[in-house]
């Protein structure tokens, strides 16, 4: 046990102060989405500010490095040792970058989104191009800090901030298998569903929904999978989000009356959010260690029950008899299991990521990932982007957007605001969503029967031991490898989708 006095103990001190102030900017931010009056824009925005300020100072004074590099030397165990090895890390990246650099990043990067957000409803490529020249070789001039300061190629330095560990090298062969496996899997999906479709057509949704009996609904739903609302609630905002702090999650949905199927997934899926968020290990939520292991796990566990668990047919069964208790038996009168998964299980091919399903998301996700390494590496110039775009969007997914830039490489917000290395996560998650159900089907065979029964302890258990009591005590790629007893493997979600789409 580390003395009083000791750099370890320095270092928690310092670690309680900086989470009561993540505690307050989260909730500070949550209030501003959910329930804060358009009048408090402004004084909510100097106060997040302010936060954010006395933030980066204390989580980067000089000191810091003094307490690590003491504490390294000291005697710890196992968990203590690895809360220092990510303190470092975290150390290291906030600090690679100059006050100076960091003031023209933020320049360059409001100018970028705010231009963005002006020219994209005016589909102005042209007019958007020069700011996204500056955004993007700022990301480049940043990729370069970072990689000398970590000792990392440049675009992988970037995708360090969102999944430490994780490298192109490895991540490319998987995707490259993969987009081959979806260029002749979605055909064949798509031809797979209009047979179905022949023999069944699809029913509409027996609308309209009333508001407050989705909520119920979701809430009896949120409660069944484990969300603990002793610690937590669910809300509504423009845009789903799971917020908060583990003692204090914030969810949030929409609703809309002509269907029910999009609030109660995306209650689910942020469910899954919030379940990781819940299961962290309290006795070291002041350490860096003890927090979310970055953006693809996160990514995993919304995925593993909005995917695997909340697409099921099994989970359906289940679901059924919830619909009618809640919604009344008008809501699906006539349906049967069948009726209701065309609905769920529906694929189609379109231009725009975030209405994308399951089948085709990931071609999405592979197309801004190569464009964005290129971009990064200098093998992609800005004003080129629109015709590489074009050319992998008629390749991956037969569908043409040449000058048709607002549905095409001006649709997402990530790139105007210099998030670069973030796309790959959304695809990580779900195959290691896939890998992570398969092993967990391996240790626990009865899980699809729990799930048609709504039993959903064992599955949460398995979870928590393997994903979420482990936080960040190790990479990205060993949490998986430890977790199912392999690196990551494309074959899972493969399988998932073959049985699920084709079956």
């Given at each position: 046990?580390?003395?009083?006095?000791?750099?370890?103990?320095?270092?928690?001190?310092?670690?309680?102060?900086?989470?009561?102030?993540?505690?307050?900017?989260?909730?500070?931010?949550?209030?501003?989405?959910v329930m804060m009056p358009s009048g408090g824009g402004e004084k909510r925005a100097e106060s997040l500010s302010m936060?954010?300020?006395?933030?980066?100072?204390?989580?980067?004074?000089?000191?810091?490095?003094?307490?690590?590099?003491?504490?390294?030397?000291?005697?710890?165990?196992?968990?203590?040792?690895?809360?220092?090895?990510?303190?470092?890390?975290?150390?290291?990246?906030?600090?690679?970058?100059?006050?100076?650099?960091?003031?023209?990043?933020?320049?360059?990067?409001?100018?970028?989104?705010?231009?963005?957000?002006?020219?994209?409803?005016?589909?102005?490529?042209?007019?958007?191009?020069?700011?996204?020249?500056?955004?993007?070789?700022?990301?480049?001039?940043?990729?370069?800090?970072?990689?000398?300061?970590?000792?990392?190629?440049?675009?992988?330095?970037?995708?360090?901030?969102?999944?430490?560990?994780?490298?192109?090298?490895?991540?490319?062969?998987?995707?490259?298998?993969?987009?081959?496996?979806?260029?002749?899997?979605?055909?064949?999906?798509?031809?797979?569903?209009?047979?179905?479709?022949?023999?069944?057509?699809?029913?509409?949704?027996?609308?309209?929904?009333?508001?407050?009996?989705?909520?119920?609904?979701?809430?009896?739903?949120?409660?069944?999978?484990?969300?603990?609302f002793d610690h937590g609630r669910l809300d509504v905002s423009h845009h789903p989000f799971c917020g908060g702090v583990?003692?204090?999650?914030?969810?949030?949905?929409?609703?809309?009356?002509?269907?029910?199927?999009?609030?109660?997934?995306?209650?689910?899926?942020?469910?899954?959010?919030?379940?990781?968020?819940?299961?962290?290990?309290?006795?070291?939520?002041?350490?860096?260690?003890?927090?979310?292991?970055?953006?693809?796990?996160?990514?995993?566990?919304?995925?593993?029950?909005?995917?695997?668990?909340?697409?099921?047919?099994?989970?359906?069964?289940?679901?059924?008899?919830?619909?009618?208790?809640?919604?009344?038996?008008?809501?699906?009168?006539?349906?049967?299991?069948?009726?209701?998964?065309?609905?769920?299980?529906?694929?189609?091919?379109?231009?725009?990521?975030?209405?994308?399903?399951?089948?085709?998301?990931?071609?999405?996700?592979?197309?801004?990932?190569?464009?964005?390494?290129?971009?990064?590496?200098?093998?992609?110039?800005p004003k080129d982007v629109p015709e590489e775009w074009h050319a992998r969007m008629v390749a991956y997914l037969g569908?043409?957007?040449?000058?048709?830039?607002?549905?095409?490489?001006?649709?997402?917000?990530?790139?105007?605001?210099?998030?670069?290395?973030?796309?790959?996560?959304?695809?990580?998650?779900?195959?290691?969503?896939?890998?992570?159900?398969?092993?967990?089907?391996?240790?626990?065979?009865?899980?699809?029967?729990?799930?048609?029964?709504?039993?959903?302890?064992?599955?949460?258990?398995?979870?928590?031991?393997?994903?979420?009591?482990?936080?960040?005590?190790?990479?990205?790629?060993?949490?998986?490898?430890?977790?199912?007893?392999?690196?990551?493997?494309?074959?899972?979600?493969?399988?998932?989708?073959?049985?699920?789409?084709?079956?």
């Open positions: 046990m580390p003395s009083p006095n000791s750099a370890f103990e320095k270092l928690a001190d310092l670690g309680r102060k900086l989470e009561a102030l993540e505690h307050a900017q989260s909730m500070l931010s949550v209030d501003e989405a936060l954010a300020g006395m933030y980066h100072e204390m989580a980067t004074a000089p000191e810091i490095a003094d307490w690590l590099a003491a504490a390294s030397e000291e005697p710890l165990d196992d968990m203590q040792q690895a809360a220092i090895r990510e303190q470092a890390r975290v150390y290291t990246n906030m600090t690679c970058l100059s006050a100076d650099f960091v003031r023209r990043q933020v320049t360059v990067r409001i100018r970028s989104e705010q231009l963005w957000r002006e020219l994209r409803a005016k589909d102005d490529w042209a007019g958007f191009l020069p700011a996204f020249e500056g955004v993007v070789a700022i990301a480049r001039e940043e990729a370069e800090l970072r990689a000398k300061a970590l000792g990392l190629a440049p675009y992988d330095a970037m995708m360090e901030q969102y999944d430490p560990g994780n490298r192109a090298a490895d991540i490319a062969p998987v995707f490259a298998r993969l987009k081959a496996f979806l260029k002749d899997f979605v055909p064949a999906a798509l031809a797979h569903q209009d047979e179905k479709r022949a023999r069944r057509p699809l029913k509409p949704l027996n609308a309209p929904f009333p508001i407050d009996k989705q909520k119920a609904l979701g809430l009896a739903v949120m409660e069944a999978i484990g969300f603990d583990p003692t204090d999650v914030r969810m949030t949905t929409r609703y809309v009356t002509g269907e029910f199927l999009s609030s109660l997934m995306g209650i689910i899926h942020e469910t899954g959010h919030g379940l990781y968020e819940q299961g962290l290990p309290k006795e070291w939520s002041h350490f860096a260690v003890g927090k979310a292991r970055g953006m693809a796990i996160h990514e995993s566990q919304s995925l593993f029950m909005e995917k695997q668990i909340g697409r099921s047919a099994e989970f359906w069964e289940w679901a059924m008899p919830l619909i009618r208790e809640h919604l009344g038996p008008a809501s699906i009168e006539g349906w049967d299991i069948d009726d209701l998964l065309l609905h769920v299980h529906e694929v189609k091919t379109g231009l725009i990521r975030v209405d994308a399903d399951e089948a085709t998301y990931p071609l999405h996700v592979i197309l801004r990932f190569e464009i964005e390494k290129g971009l990064i590496e200098g093998t992609i110039a569908l043409e957007t040449r000058d048709n830039y607002k549905d095409g490489p001006m649709q997402d917000v990530h790139w105007p605001s210099g998030a670069f290395g973030y796309f790959p996560s959304y695809t990580l998650g779900a195959m290691t969503a896939a890998q992570l159900w398969a092993a967990l089907e391996k240790d626990h065979p009865a899980a699809r029967e729990d799930v048609r029964h709504g039993r959903f302890v064992a599955i949460n258990d398995w979870r928590r031991e393997k994903i979420w009591s482990q936080a960040s005590r190790f990479s990205t790629p060993e949490l998986l490898a430890k977790a199912t007893g392999e690196k990551l493997n494309s074959q899972y979600f493969e399988d998932h989708l073959r049985q699920r789409y084709l079956a």
